[in-house]
């Protein structure tokens, strides 16, 4: 069922920002930085993204938290350039079923980046992110999108695996260490366990990563403290040229201050003016307990 969303703008945190509700969820995106989404969750209910702003710092790049856009380049896919323009003001244009947010053109790439949020329903949204090439030249590279969960007591990460085919497969990608002097722990953690369907993720603390080859596209978050689900899909095309050739990730932070939930699309050439796209699917639903990989394939049927 779909009721005509509820879109105005407000400060969030003394922050310029954009909101939109329906009577089953309520997204906002900044308008002063960004692009970035700075809040996911139920109307009067509490954040499922972490947002703390003034905490985290990579340089001048601030993470904020919540959910941006970055641009993954072949064979580079956290280079320098992926945090330019990240925390500068953006744009946005409102319509009748919800927003789309641009961000500042980066100076070195002449590339644009944003996202448009659409409510296609009263318990989902759509993400389109893209980025545009506003160059005389050619652009080439994928976009990566990531999600800052905080995650309760007890939290439950499940991402379906295989295709279900007579050849089944999953590729997953362990890491020992990383950009920026993560990581360290090897390659053997308890936190991540594979399921007959699933991998699943049950964070205890420990920094640590992995990103995965799965064909359903789809990862979700069990918060047992609200008694929510919240569930990304994003299509996968098998022929595409992928990050590490997977499409899906997760990231424990440190003492689990996060969970990332990370989708990637395949990277593509830009002629000048031209866009490249990547959309996810946003679902909130009430859960008890976690759903195995059969539930989460029937929410997005």
Request: with cysteine; proline share 6%.
């Amino acid at each position: 069922m779909k009721t005509k969303p509820s879109i105005q703008r407000l400060k969030f945190e003394g922050l310029d920002a954009i909101e939109l509700r329906t009577p089953s969820l309520r997204i906002v995106a900044l308008i002063a930085k960004g692009p970035r989404l700075a809040f996911w969750g139920r109307p009067g209910g509490k954040n499922l993204l972490l947002w703390k702003p003034g905490k985290y710092f990579r340089g001048d790049w601030e993470l904020m938290g919540g959910h941006r856009l970055w641009a993954a380049r072949p064979g580079a896919d956290e280079a320098e350039e992926t945090y330019a323009t990240d925390n500068q003001p953006c744009t946005v244009k409102v319509t009748a079923s919800g927003f789309t947010v641009t961000g500042a053109l980066d100076p070195a790439q002449k590339t644009r980046r944003g996202f448009t949020v659409t409510a296609v329903a009263n318990d989902r949204v759509t993400l389109d992110h893209f980025i545009r090439n506003e160059s005389d030249m050619l652009w080439s590279g994928g976009l990566w999108a990531l999600t800052c969960t905080a995650p309760s007591a007890r939290a439950t990460y499940t991402l379906p695996l295989g295709d279900g085919s007579s050849w089944d497969y999953a590729t997953i990608v362990a890491f020992r260490t990383w950009g920026g002097g993560h990581g360290g722990v090897g390659f053997e953690d308890p936190q991540f366990k594979c399921t007959d369907d699933a991998l699943v993720l049950k964070p205890s603390g420990r920094e640590n990563k992995r990103m995965i080859k799965a064909d359903a596209g789809i990862l979700a978050m069990h918060d047992p403290a609200q008694k929510l689900l919240f569930a990304i899909h994003t299509a996968y095309v098998p022929e595409g040229n992928y990050p590490l050739g997977t499409n899906l990730a997760l990231y424990v932070g440190p003492k689990n201050f996060m969970v990332e939930m990370e989708t990637m699309g395949p990277a593509a050439t830009l002629k000048p003016g031209q866009a490249l796209k990547h959309r996810e699917t946003w679902v909130l639903a009430d859960a008890k307990t976690a759903p195995g990989a059969k539930s989460l394939l029937k929410l997005f049927a």
